[in-house]
């Protein structure tokens, strides 16, 4: 299984950004999809998640100026920031959780990561 991401760039303070990241390889079904940053200095924080049948969660940081949404027939999921802010920084890594088999348990694969710039 391989993730994919990407959409990443340099934006100014207030700009928007649309991340993608779509998961290939023999899949039987994926379950929540979620976004982490590692901003610069720190440790890779969750920033939303959702599930399949498409709840979502979101760190109190981004909540309200990020969405996550997903294409469950493209495996892809995507994460819309709006509003972004310099602190906003730092590399994004999608996370799915897939299931192999139909009778196999969940494993977690991660996307190679893809750079937020945000300046001021």
């Known amino acids: 299984v391989q993730l994919q991401a990407s959409g990443g760039g340099l934006v100014q303070a207030g700009g928007s950004l649309r991340l993608s990241c779509a998961a290939s390889?023999?899949?039987?079904?994926?379950?929540?999809m979620a976004w982490y940053r590692r901003s610069p200095g720190n440790e890779r924080d969750w920033v939303a998640r959702?599930?399949?049948?498409?709840?979502?969660n979101y760190a109190d940081s981004v909540k309200g100026r990020f969405t996550i949404s997903r294409d469950n027939a493209k495996n892809t999921v995507y994460l819309q920031m709006n509003s972004l802010k310099p602190e906003d920084t730092g590399v994004y890594y999608c996370?799915?959780?897939?299931?192999?088999?139909?009778?196999?348990?969940?494993?977690?694969?991660w996307g190679q990561g893809t750079q937020v710039t945000v300046s001021s």
């Open positions: 959702i599930t399949s049948g498409g709840r979502t």
């Open positions: 996370r799915a959780y897939v299931r192999l088999r139909a009778l196999g348990g969940e494993s977690s694969y």
């Open positions: 390889g023999s899949i039987f079904s994926i379950n929540d």
